[in-house]
């Protein structure tokens, strides 16, 4: 046991995962002692047990990588994240009577993981798990103007910055200039880049933790300069509530 009750080799082991994480290649054994300060060891005894419970796999290289065990614990901590965040969702969606959006970041694209429908008979359907390009979303370019610039420009390029309808920002000057707008004002949008005739904000979830944002959209018709106004404020209420209870879900003790 480590100070404050925890269990050192379990902590050593999420380094080591998130580690692993962190790279964009498999590594060796003698690679992971550096960013995790762990001795060869214990590094190739935490392998090997991971190895055998799914959670890391060995490439023909000889690397190690996040092995498939994790895909079944993320499909199931989205669900979670979800259900718990949709009360808040629903309070801003009942207030501006527009669909409200979560969506995560997964690699170079955001995947929804919450939804809830505006209350007009003209609706926007986000359908839980959807994935989507990372530049031409405003969940995206919200999440992108929180990383180093570099950063947010490679993911972005990933996938080549496909336009999704003829309002796509496709160029990587572009996107970098609208992504430091987006970091000055405090919010992002999403002007038919998506989906013609919808019109979408959107803004960050503040803190450590998973990469996430909350939006609202809706027809252009209604998505108004007066309503994008109106929403900020709201949506700025929302994922302050959602860190706040991830942090406090992250500090919870058995």
């Known amino acids: 046991m480590t100070g404050g009750g925890r269990v050192q080799s379990l902590e050593r082991a999420f380094v080591l995962l998130e580690a692993l994480a962190e790279a964009d290649r498999p590594l060796g054994v003698t690679e992971l002692t550096g960013p995790t300060g762990l001795s060869l060891g214990t590094v190739h005894r935490l392998l090997r047990t991971l190895v055998d419970l799914g959670y ?5 290289s000889r690397g190690y990588a996040l092995g498939p065990g994790f895909i079944r614990l993320g499909e199931r901590a989205s669900a979670g994240l979800g259900a718990w965040c949709r009360p ?14 979560l969506a995560a970041l997964e690699g170079d694209h955001v995947v929804y993981v919450a939804h809830v429908p505006s209350s007009r008979s003209m609706r926007m359907f986000t359908e839980v798990g959807s994935r989507r390009p990372v530049h031409s ?29 003829e309002h796509t920002i496709t160029d990587p000057d ?10 000055e004002r405090g919010y992002a949008l999403d002007e038919e880049e ?7 904000v959107a803004l960050a979830v503040p803190g450590p933790g998973p990469r996430l944002a909350v939006s ?5 018709a209604r998505m108004t300069d007066d309503l994008v106004a109106r929403a900020v404020p709201l949506l700025q209420r929302t994922v302050t509530a959602i860190s706040r209870e991830l942090t406090g879900r992250r500090g919870e003790t058995a």
């Open 88 to 101: 808040l969702l629903a309070e801003a969606a009942q207030e501006l009577g527009e669909s409200v959006n």
């Open 56 to 60: 890391v796999r060995q490439e023909a």
């Open 137 to 165: 979303t405003g969940v995206g370019k919200a999440m992108l103007a929180d990383l180093p610039a570099a950063e947010a420009l490679a993911l972005a390029a990933a996938d080549g910055m496909p336009p999704a309808t």
């Open 216 to 220: 609202v959209s809706g027809p252009t």
């Open 194 to 200: 998506q989906e013609l005739g919808v019109r979408c």
């Open 174 to 183: 572009t996107l970098a200039a609208e992504l430091r707008r987006v970091a």
